[in-house]
């Protein structure tokens, strides 16, 4: 087992300030304040700034130490020893990656973090992360993002088609730098790839090189295939507009890379062309003029690094809470959020929505009139319009006669549970009764010491508290029931994990009328529409439908040839840093020997809770592979238009469920077929 030097908090703020007064010693060639209030820089440049910063054994033992403690909360630690199929590519001992981490010679800071952030990162669930503040500040983009499209019946590998709408809409700043160098970039727009070029300098085949990047930088989704879809570019909504990712390749974290090479021919050539195409760095983060400053800004912790105890604070500040208690999430981070930038106007819908809606999800009534769309862009945002939003499109769909219903979940990356369990009961009805999945946690030592504490004190405000869990009858824990000792017997892969006892969550009743019966008849219901990207809440919802209901899922995109996954990673709750510390400290055990100490950078977080899945109630829905009973290829037409995807899909459904005989079946055919 590895060992961690204990850093006490008075070494800690030694460390801070003898790390401030070096870093505030003025140097001649500062290369952080050589680019200070640039928007974009070539990646060189913003790879010097993050690698100025020494490697210090202190800071990585502060590091190192919390996340291992963090790690024995984490559900799944021991399933990845011998990650079970088809997910065998994540399989990791991480306790001994840990200990290489721990005796890994590194020049710089910046190294170890990387090291560490690719560790977690190729765990691929995107539920349990290290996200350093301090060095994903930077995100290279490449004005050449690419996707699979099915052209004469054949997949091939092209340059985003809209690619010159996609990137016009970033602003001079951007195109101005390729013009300055004479680098043509919009003739690569449409442009079939054939080879790129590897990291040892050797061509390789485009899909192979695809294949590299989804096993080492995507990260987020536990099937591979799933992140073959992350790193071609796609459309998804962010905040509440449309937006379009460009993809893993072409935004990758970290400025770690300045060019690509490319073997293609350009749209309407025949000639195979050798071209390479720069990355620009793009700063994401809190300004900075300098290399200290940008430390103390984008590095050093901050106020809400680090959790607080709330009997003395009395509220937990940055938790959303229902009913006086904590409200629990489950999604993941695209950890470069320029991954994705509007969507071109001529390629968002041109259909009316149904409601005047600024949420979430937007809802609309296909051309035949029969079909209703709800492009539900994640569970996160205004938790009561979510349901308002929800009743008020089903109002609009009946009252237009709407018969079918299409549910969008592209790219959608979760958010609250409860809202995941509100989209299936309403839709299925409150006959169904408990609308989510048995749920337990991790019973190590710590975790059993803070509900022991937390039933002594009546902390009654947090996850770990017994009153936010029901029995399987739906009644409320009560304040002094110990679900997690004794814990529940559990072995993975030769090693004992015991768990808590298993609980339902404490969703209901919901701040909607939810209807006796399904409103759309669920055969009539297509619940997920997606490229797979469908992650935590999201996961758990869609494994609802397909599980209880047997719904009809479709999934567009990914490697021809290799199955795919309708849901990404399907954790059932995340707790960040913040909120597992909070745990700790409210339950008076700060001190305990098992616990991690406070951060002194950002930050962490990880899987809390596991969903065990109705198939087979020995496994997390999270190893259960499910696949798409449907699965297309993306086209010009349908990649980055949602409209056109979604008049793709419904015909394609009916035409599957009508037997329609296997003929020449275009998007335009289908468009005239939506029209009829």
């Given at each position: 087992m590895a060992r961690y030097v204990e850093v006490t908090s008075f070494c800690l703020a030694l460390l801070l300030g003898l790390f401030s007064s070096v870093l505030a010693a003025p140097t001649a060639d500062d290369p952080c304040a050589a680019i200070a209030g640039q928007?974009?820089?070539?990646?060189?440049?913003?790879?010097?700034?993050?690698?100025?910063?020494?490697?210090?054994?202190?800071?990585?033992?502060?590091?190192?130490?919390?996340?291992?403690?963090?790690?024995?909360?984490?559900?799944?630690?021991?399933?990845?020893?011998?990650?079970?199929?088809?997910?065998?590519?994540?399989?990791?001992?991480?306790?001994?990656?840990?200990?290489?981490?721990?005796?890994?010679?590194?020049?710089?800071?910046?190294?170890?973090?990387?090291?560490?952030?690719?560790?977690?990162?190729?765990?691929?669930?995107g539920h349990t992360r290290w996200l350093p503040s301090c060095y994903t500040a930077f995100q290279n983009i490449l004005p050449a993002p690419i996707t699979i499209?099915?052209?004469?019946?054949?997949?091939?590998?092209?340059?985003?088609?809209?690619?010159?709408?996609?990137?016009?809409?970033?602003?001079?700043?951007?195109?101005?730098?390729?013009?300055?160098?004479?680098?043509?970039?919009?003739?690569?727009?449409?442009?079939?790839v054939l080879e790129i070029q590897s990291i040892n300098g050797s061509m390789i085949s485009v899909l192979d090189y695809v294949d590299y990047i989804a096993s080492t930088v995507s990260g987020n989704y536990l099937d591979h295939n799933v992140r073959v879809n992350s790193v071609f570019s796609s459309y998804r909504i962010v905040d509440t507009g449309f937006s379009q990712r460009v993809g893993d390749l072409a935004g990758p974290p970290m400025p770690t890379q300045d060019n690509l090479t490319f073997s293609l021919i350009v749209a309407n050539g025949t000639d195979i062309e050798t071209i390479t195409v720069p990355y620009l760095a793009m700063f994401l983060s809190n300004p900075f003029s300098d290399r200290a400053s940008f430390w103390a800004n984008n590095c050093a912790a901050n106020n809400a690094t680090n959790g607080v105890d709330i009997k003395s604070q009395r509220i937990l500040t940055d938790a959303i809470r229902r009913n006086g208690r904590p409200m629990p999430k489950a999604s993941i981070i695209d950890i470069a959020p320029a991954n994705a930038f509007?969507?071109?106007?001529?390629?968002?819908?041109?259909?009316?929505?149904?409601?005047?809606?600024?949420?979430?999800?937007?809802?609309?009534?296909?051309?035949?009139?029969?079909?209703?769309?709800?492009?539900?862009?994640?569970?996160?945002?205004?938790?009561?319009?979510?349901?308002?939003?929800?009743?008020?499109?089903?109002?609009?769909?009946?009252?237009?006669?709407?018969?079918?219903?299409?549910?969008?979940?592209?790219?959608?990356?979760?958010?609250?549970?409860?809202?995941?369990?509100?989209?299936?009961?309403?839709?299925?009805?409150?006959?169904?009764?408990?609308?989510?999945?048995?749920?337990?946690?991790?019973?190590?030592?710590?975790?059993?010491?803070?509900?022991?504490?937390?039933?002594?004190?009546?902390?009654?405000?947090?996850?770990?508290?017994p009153v936010d869990w029901a029995f399987f009858n739906d009644t409320q824990f009560p304040e002094t029931n110990n679900y997690i000792n004794p814990s529940v017997p559990f072995e993975i892969n030769g090693?004992?994990?015991?768990?808590?006892?298993?609980?339902?969550?404490?969703?209901?009743?919901?701040?909607?009328?939810?209807?006796?019966?399904?409103?759309?008849?669920?055969?009539?219901?297509?619940?997920?529409?997606?490229?797979?990207?469908?992650?935590?809440?999201?996961?758990m919802f869609s494994t609802l439908m397909n599980e209880r209901h047997n719904t009809t899922i479709a999934v567009f995109g990914g490697k021809p040839g290799q199955n795919i996954e309708f849901k990404g990673m399907a954790g059932?709750?995340?707790?960040?840093?913040?909120?597992?510390?909070?745990?700790?400290?409210?339950?008076?055990?700060?001190?305990?020997?098992?616990?991690?100490?406070?951060?002194?950078?950002?930050?962490?977080?990880?899987?809390?809770?596991?969903?065990?899945?109705?198939?087979?109630?020995?496994?997390?829905?999270?190893?259960?592979?499910?696949?798409?009973?449907?699965?297309f290829a993306y086209t010009k037409d349908t990649f980055a238009n949602p409209q056109n995807l979604w008049i793709f899909a419904c015909v394609s459904n009916i035409r599957v469920y009508r037997s329609i005989p296997d003929t020449e079946f275009s998007f335009h055919r289908l468009q005239r077929e939506q029209s009829i």
């Open positions: 928007t974009f820089v070539v990646p060189a440049k913003a790879l010097a700034c993050l690698k100025s910063f020494p490697f210090n054994e202190t800071l990585r033992q502060n590091v190192l130490q919390t996340v291992s403690r963090v790690f024995d909360f984490y559900t799944f630690e021991d399933f990845y020893l011998n990650s079970p199929p088809p997910f065998q590519e994540s399989t990791a001992n991480i306790r001994a990656e840990l200990a290489r981490i721990n005796v890994t010679e590194y020049e710089t800071d910046f190294d170890f973090n990387k090291d560490l952030y690719d560790f977690v990162t190729q765990l691929n669930d499209l099915e052209e004469d019946n054949a997949q091939s590998v092209f340059v985003a088609p809209n690619s010159v709408q996609l990137f016009s809409l970033i602003g001079s700043d951007f195109t101005d730098f390729f013009d300055s160098i004479n680098f043509d970039w919009k003739r690569l727009a449409g442009a079939e509007d969507l071109p106007p001529q390629f968002q819908p041109t259909l009316p929505q149904v409601n005047s809606s600024a949420g979430v999800i937007k809802s609309y009534i296909l051309p035949d009139n029969e079909t209703g769309v709800m492009f539900v862009g994640s569970f996160e945002g205004d938790f009561v319009q979510f349901q308002t939003d929800t009743v008020s499109a089903m109002d609009a769909f009946k009252a237009a006669g709407v018969s079918r219903l299409l549910i969008d979940l592209t790219n959608n990356g979760g958010g609250f549970v409860c809202l995941g369990q509100f989209l299936h009961q309403f839709l299925a009805g409150s006959q169904i009764g408990y609308p989510g999945f048995q749920s337990s946690i991790r019973a190590n030592t710590l975790a059993q010491k803070i509900v022991e504490n937390d039933i002594a004190l009546n902390v009654t405000q947090l996850f770990y508290s090693v004992s994990d015991p768990t808590s006892q298993r609980f339902h969550d404490t969703c209901t009743p919901f701040d909607v009328p939810i209807p006796e019966t399904p409103p759309i008849p669920l055969k009539k219901l297509t619940s997920s529409v997606s490229n797979g990207n469908c992650a935590s809440t999201c996961a059932n709750q995340v707790l960040e840093w913040t909120d597992i510390d909070t745990e700790i400290k409210s339950a008076n055990l700060k001190d305990d020997p098992l616990a991690p100490p406070d951060l002194i950078v950002n930050q962490f977080r990880h899987n809390w809770r596991t969903a065990w899945s109705f198939f087979d109630e020995s496994k997390p829905i999270a190893y259960v592979s499910e696949l798409p009973k449907l699965r």
